[in-house]
């Protein structure tokens, strides 16, 4: 499988990013002490969010619409499970590193590194039923050069799922979003 390869498109984010943080920042010293703290506290706000240079990409849909197939295919890698049934369960973030490694995270706070043929046994409902093992998160960390400004790619379950655990995984995690596709 091959990357999608469009460059230009980072080129332009990271460029458009640091015009709208100058900005923002000329904002900020505006506003300190003159009365508008709401205005100043969005700003304060979305500085420290650009600072962080992490952006979130959901990608969601109805259950079993090819949304792991997709991030496979930017990322030129079967990295995801997938499968013609409602499949995965937890929430994966992609991000960039400079070789692959993979994380879990679980709800009580540990942390496991597995390796990248592992994964079905944590994000599905077949290797992992109803979340049984407590995972809050897998973490993959990814050498794309889509990733390498900060992009993270959040893989999710179905909406509309027929589990319901797994619509109110994804659900809840639409607050975190920066933009979506939805499949």
Do not use: W
Not at 1 to 20: C, D, H, P, Q
Not at 98 to 120: C, Q, T, W, Y
């Amino acid at each position: 499988m091959r990357a999608v390869e469009n460059t230009s498109l980072l080129s332009n984010y990271t460029t458009l990013k640091g015009i709208v943080l100058a900005n923002l920042e000329s904002l900020q010293k505006l506003l300190t002490g003159g009365g508008c703290s709401k205005i100043e506290m969005d700003a304060q706000e979305l500085v420290l969010k650009l600072r962080e240079n992490q952006f979130n990409l959901v990608v969601l849909g109805h259950f079993n619409r090819g949304k792991s197939t997709f991030i496979n295919s930017l990322l030129g890698e079967d990295l995801l499970p997938t499968s013609i049934t409602p499949l995965t369960s937890v929430i994966t973030l992609i991000g960039y590193g400079k070789r692959l490694k993979v994380k879990v995270r679980f709800k009580d706070g540990a942390k496991k590194e597995i390796l990248p043929k592992e994964i079905a046994g944590y994000v599905t409902e077949v290797g992992n039923p109803r979340n049984e093992k407590n995972v809050e998160r897998i973490e993959v960390f990814y050498p794309s050069p889509y990733l390498q400004e900060g992009v993270i790619l959040v893989d999710t379950p179905g909406v509309s799922s027929i589990y319901l655990d797994n619509t109110l995984i994804t659900q809840n995690y639409l607050p975190r979003a920066d933009a979506a596709i939805f499949l």
